[in-house]
């Protein structure tokens, strides 16, 4: 089952008071760190929710794609706007956040669990938009990035499942997992109510066949899908 529909750019919707500067902004990070949880994570989830979000020139898609045990799609819901904030590193989820919550509250099943196409501790301020999205649903999250936001790492053994720790500022924010032997691997960091251990356990769940996340892949498809949608 998909959903497709459109934003006309409200984000009041989900603040009362959305930023307009990058100094609201933060405060509101600052605010909602303070209720990060680490754990309980669901002993067996059931559902699976891949975010994952497309820009065409001034527009965007946000897609949110539900994933059964056995990891076939049992439902989707895109959503199509405009970015609700202006491009300012380490503030990126105020931009997409509006649309994304939206297509939350299209599906007819909230998911166990939510997997996102970036960062969740492995931030700059420790609140990537795995962190943001799960404090404001109070929904386990985690991300699962291509690339590094912060931190080094040392490459990971060549076999699936070895990971060495991401560090930051002398914290361990994330991990770097190899999901497929000899294949690059990719970066992990927990969310809300979370553990890394838990979240790599989760990626390597997710990543029966290919690189990232069935979670992921499927909510790339789905944005990607609805953005040549409405070029046509």
Known sequence: ????????????????DWPQT???AYAIQDALRAK????????APTSFAGVDVAYAEDRLAAAVVVLGPDLSVRETAVVVGEPAFPYVPGLFAFREL???????????????VVVCDGQGRAHPRRFGLACHLGVLRDRPTLGVGKTRLV????????????????????EEVGAL???RDGIKPVYVSAGHRMDLDTA????????????LPETTRAADQACRAALAEISL
């Open 177 to 179: 997992l190899r999901t």
């Open 200 to 211: 790599c356990a989760l990626t390597l769940l997710l990543t029966p066949r290919y690189r």
């Open 36 to 43: 990060l949880l680490d754990g309980p994570v669901p002993q």
């Open 98 to 112: 509006p649309a994304v919550l939206e297509a939350f509250d299209l599906l007819t099943e909230q998911p166990d």
């Open 151 to 170: 931190g080094e790492a040392d490459e990971p053994g060549e076999r699936r499942g070895e990971r060495s720790a991401l560090i930051d500022r002398g």
């Open 22 to 24: 990058p100094t609201e």
């Open 1 to 16: 089952m998909t959903r497709i529909t459109a934003l006309d750019n409200r984000p009041n919707l989900w603040c009362v």
